[in-house]
């Protein structure tokens, strides 16, 4: 499943191939895809002379922004977008296609078949789900350690829980919350509410650096989410602690633990991450 990183890349990827490209047909393969408006012919007739004006990013969702309407995208599971020629094979995962009148597509391949597309009037976007209701971005202006502290108040949630609760904050999925805590030195069960403002302090910082250096080096996945781009995830490489077990903390040299946190595989090193 891609991350918030992953997402990020995608986007800048799109943005660099689609914006400025007006669509001239829409195929619908898999209709389930399209989740708004419910009739998959509307989808398709309302998007036709729609020019591709940007690509946005809210949370781990794309958004596709046209004249008129604006596409929220999830690629969930294993959901990608490529630019093809119209003449080039059309792949059997292949479930939505967007031709664009300069002879290129934009093709949605999903093996998985669980990715979502919604449909929306501009400016309608963020007010419905599924935008409605997502958490604070860590890139906004107004992400601050404060913020953490009063999402962590009046709550006796274990903190690994709490950064990976999307309505609270979004974009923490359990690789860079592992990361995020592994370098602030915290322990993943503590709670949250216990932190110190030094802590807190600590971990604000770390949350922004964390995903910034997943997206300055194109993510931590291994897959590219958008082809002809082939940006391989080089993050990967520079993980602490996820998918590490057993192996030496980088730091310290004490192998990696796993632990079950919430429902999720926990990777933390027990000497560099303090209980209390
Ligand atoms: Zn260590």
Redesign the pocket.
Known sequence: MPELPEVETVKRTLQQLVVGKTIEEITVHWGKIIKKPDDVAEFCHLLIGQTIRDIERRAKFLKIILDDYVIVSHLRMEGRYGLHQKDEEIDKHTHVIFSFTDGTELRYRDVRKFGTMHLFLKGEENTNLPLAQLGMEPFDEKFKPSTLKKLFKDTNRKVKVTLLDQSKLVGLGNIYVDEALFRSGIYPERLGKDLSDKELKKLHQEIKDTLQEAIDLGGSSVKSYVNGQGEMGMFQQQLYVYGRKGEP??????PIEKTVVGGRGTHY?????KKK
């Open positions: 903390c980088k730091v310290c040299g004490t090193c027990s000497k560099c991450q």
